[in-house]
């Protein structure tokens, strides 16, 4: 099998060194707030690009695909700059609170839409809800196979084949393509985007979608549909001062062990 088209599943979210916020509805604010390509998803980009390097001999197109506000076209611009061809952005209003399973519908009628690639190739999780469950949620809703969780990934014809680190044991899984994959932090250092590679991305197509483009119904995302709510936000306390220990008379030591006995750190 010739391998022809890689969707990269990329995500706009809060910047974690930024204030971020939740709105009243207790959804998190992606639109007053700085955001970016979800770190985790560089990797996913970095190997779909990987894969087409290695396969040069192939045609290769690597696609960007993501669902989110206006804002969320700076998580596929730099998925372009790195080196994907072309990006696909999916927005609507009626999108705003939706869990996983919307988001793994909507993204799936999406690439029905666009036409289901050979592979498609997601992170981690995303750096603001940390579920780690779109993938598997896409790959049944397309019914693909799905490899999740590689730290090493190759490919040959129509073969993948994965290692998957655990706590305990590390597994090689392998699948046939047409599949779903998901890559963590340990599967290579994401690239930059070099000066050329920023000017060429402004050239390349970026499609926009609304629901009804892709035959979702408002009524099936958002969060009066999702299937999980927040139901309460608390700002975190301000930071106290630490408690100082003194040694004056020799006892630092003792009082030092008291504390940390105290706290239960030893």
Request: net charge negative.
């Amino acid at each position: 099998m010739t391998l022809s088209n890689i969707v990269v599943l990329v995500k706009y979210v809060p910047d974690a060194t930024g204030d971020r916020k939740f709105e009243a509805d207790n959804t998190v604010d992606r639109v007053g707030v700085d955001g970016l390509l979800s770190e985790l998803d560089e990797y996913a980009v970095e190997q779909a690009l990987q894969i087409k390097e290695k396969r040069s001999d192939e045609e290769i197109t690597v696609t960007a695909l993501t669902v989110g506000p206006a804002e969320a076209e700076a998580a596929v611009r730099k998925a372009l700059q790195m080196g994907a061809d072309k990006a696909v952005h999916v927005k609507d209003d009626a999108i705003a609170g939706s869990d996983a399973p919307a988001t793994s519908l909507v993204l799936a009628k999406a690439l029905e839409k666009i036409g289901v690639p050979d592979l498609v190739i997601g992170g981690l999780a995303s750096t603001d809800a940390g579920m780690s469950v779109v993938p598997a949620m896409l790959a049944e809703r397309l019914g693909l196979p799905q490899v999740t969780l590689a730290s090493v990934v190759e490919t040959q014809g129509d073969q993948v084949r994965i290692k998957r680190d655990g706590d305990s044991a590390t597994e090689v899984i392998g699948g046939t393509l047409p599949l779903v994959l998901s890559v963590t932090d340990q599967s290579g250092e994401a690239r930059y985007p070099s000066f050329k590679g920023i000017m060429a991305a402004k050239k390349k197509p970026l499609e926009s979608l609304s629901l009804s483009d892709i035959g979702v119904d408002a009524s099936e995302v958002g969060l009066d549909a999702a299937w999980t709510q927040v139901a309460s936000v608390t700002e975190r306390p301000p930071r106290t001062a630490g408690e100082i220990v003194k040694d004056e008379d020799g006892s630092g030591a003792t009082a030092l062990v008291d504390f940390l006995a105290s706290k239960k750190f030893i």
